[in-house]
């Protein structure tokens, strides 16, 4: 038991590890253009994504190791910090506003989207009252308190992409602790109102579900971001361009380090390349619930299980968009797109992940 938890926590980690080298060598590539015009006066990206990886492994080391990281005042004192950042991003002169969002604060050459951080500490809170209860009693309307406080905060900036990421991320924690079947299809059926009521109240976002339908109705306008990534993709066949060899970095995709830095490893290493880097999240996957049904204790198990779901959701949620299978919305790809606050806070989930393969718990 112990030598296949050994194997699966280094599957674990060399696959986070090579996503990581992967990102920050296409965070060079499809970046270096887009920098050269744009941020002149600022660090290149790939110091940046450099400094922020250090830090960002850095950071999952002390969560692996530190006994505090099983301790749930931990998780509630890191999740009301993440709610304060949230209001304070709300904040003009406090608030940064890119894109149309209002979800960063700027710290001088740097800056911090709570919107990420939130995501982690709500699974981490959950976990933590979820742990307390089970079977009839499992019900407690302050689950949702803690739930739709955040979604509440986060839409006001507004970020659907990281509100869809952390409501799906708390519903799985709410399965797996153990609520009923019926209440999921009860919520289903409340979700897909709310979800048509948001779209209603934003012309912007049922103009990028026309674009889904039909991109090429306004190719220069809604659609083409979906459009430009499949120029990348396509092209690319089974092996690529080759590496730096991008087209669509020259200004046609907009930000390609970014939420569509999938689309440009496409372009430059073909079919084979983008397969390699699924296969590598497949192997996240697998490792994460195979660590998660090895743990022991409920608290250990909702942790892992609860992590790893963010992590692959968020995957499943870019690769869809940059490949024209979901609408447009702003989500980066874990480990590998540009920005620290997404880096950070995805290895802080693969720190929680990692330290409940060397702690077991019996509560």
């Given at each position: 038991?112990?030598?296949?938890?050994?194997?699966?926590?280094?599957?674990?980690?060399?696959?986070?590890?090579?996503?990581?080298?992967?990102?920050?060598?296409?965070?060079?590539?499809?970046?270096?253009?887009?920098?050269?015009?744009?941020?002149?006066?600022?660090?290149?990206?790939?110091?940046?994504?450099?400094?922020?990886?250090?830090?960002?492994?850095?950071?999952?080391?002390?969560?692996?190791?530190?006994?505090?990281?099983?301790?749930?005042?931990?998780?509630?004192?890191?999740?009301?910090?993440?709610?304060?950042?949230?209001?304070?991003?709300?904040?003009?002169?406090?608030?940064?506003?890119?894109?149309?969002?209002?979800?960063?604060?700027?710290?001088?050459?740097?800056?911090?989207?709570?919107?990420?951080?939130?995501?982690?500490?709500?699974?981490?809170?959950?976990?933590?009252?979820?742990?307390?209860t089970s079977g009839k009693g499992i019900f407690r309307f302050s689950h949702f308190g803690l739930i739709l406080l955040p979604f509440g905060l986060i839409m006001l900036q507004p970020d659907l992409g990281?509100?869809?990421?952390?409501?799906?991320?708390?519903?799985?924690?709410?399965?797996?602790?153990?609520?009923?079947?019926?209440?999921?299809?009860?919520?289903?059926?409340?979700?897909?109102?709310?979800?048509?009521?948001?779209?209603?109240?934003?012309?912007?976002?049922?103009?990028?579900?026309?674009?889904?339908?039909?991109?090429?109705?306004?190719?220069?306008?809604?659609?083409?971001?979906?459009?430009?990534?499949?120029?990348?993709?396509?092209?690319?066949?089974?092996?690529?361009?080759?590496?730096?060899?991008?087209?669509?970095?020259?200004?046609?995709?907009?930000?390609?380090?970014?939420?569509?830095?999938?689309?440009?490893?496409?372009?430059?290493?073909?079919?084979?390349?983008?397969?390699?880097?699924?296969?590598?999240?497949?192997?996240?996957?697998?490792?994460?619930?195979?660590?998660?049904?090895r743990t022991k204790g409920r608290y250990a198990f909702l942790m892992v299980a609860g992590m790893g779901s963010m992590i692959i959701f968020q995957t499943f949620l870019n690769v869809g968009v940059v490949?024209?299978?979901?609408?447009?919305?702003?989500?980066?790809?874990?480990?590998?797109?540009?920005?620290?606050?997404?880096?950070?806070?995805?290895?802080?989930?693969?720190?929680?992940?990692?330290?409940?393969?060397?702690?077991?718990?019996?509560?």
């Amino acid at each position: 038991m112990r030598s296949l938890e050994g194997k699966l926590k280094t599957l674990f980690i060399v696959s986070a590890v090579a996503l990581s080298f992967i990102g920050l060598a296409f965070v060079h590539s499809a970046g270096s253009y887009w920098g050269a015009v744009h941020y002149t006066d600022s660090l290149p990206f790939i110091v940046k994504q450099g400094i922020y990886m250090a830090v960002s492994i850095g950071i999952a080391v002390v969560i692996m190791t530190s006994p505090l990281t099983s301790n749930p005042k931990m998780w509630t004192l890191f999740y009301y910090a993440a709610i304060l950042l949230l209001v304070a991003v709300l904040i003009p002169g406090i608030g940064a506003v890119r894109n149309g969002s209002q979800s960063w604060i700027a710290l001088g050459p740097f800056s911090i989207q709570p919107a990420e951080f939130i995501k982690v500490a709500l699974i981490g809170k959950l976990a933590c009252s979820m742990n307390t209860t089970s079977g009839k009693g499992i019900f407690r309307f302050s689950h949702f308190g803690l739930i739709l406080l955040p979604f509440g905060l986060i839409m006001l900036q507004p970020d659907l992409g990281s509100a869809v990421i952390m409501i799906v991320s708390a519903f799985v924690i709410l399965f797996i602790a153990g609520y009923p079947l019926k209440f999921f299809a009860f919520l289903g059926a409340g979700g897909l109102a709310a979800f048509v009521a948001l779209i209603a109240s934003a012309p912007y976002r049922l103009d990028r579900i026309k674009s889904y339908i039909d991109p090429w109705s306004d190719p220069l306008g809604k659609g083409f971001q979906g459009i430009q990534s499949l120029f990348a993709i396509a092209p690319g066949g089974l092996l690529g361009h080759g590496y730096g060899n991008s087209r669509q970095k020259y200004l046609y995709l907009p930000e390609p380090q970014n939420d569509f830095i999938f689309s440009i490893i496409a372009e430059e290493t073909g079919f084979v390349g983008a397969t390699v880097v699924i296969l590598l999240f497949a192997v996240l996957l697998l490792t994460t619930f195979g660590i998660a049904i090895r743990t022991k204790g409920r608290y250990a198990f909702l942790m892992v299980a609860g992590m790893g779901s963010m992590i692959i959701f968020q995957t499943f949620l870019n690769v869809g968009v940059v490949s024209g299978l979901l609408p447009v919305t702003g989500v980066t790809l874990p480990f590998i797109s540009y920005g620290g606050s997404s880096l950070m806070t995805t290895w802080m989930a693969a720190g929680t992940i990692m330290h409940f393969t060397t702690r077991h718990h019996s509560s």
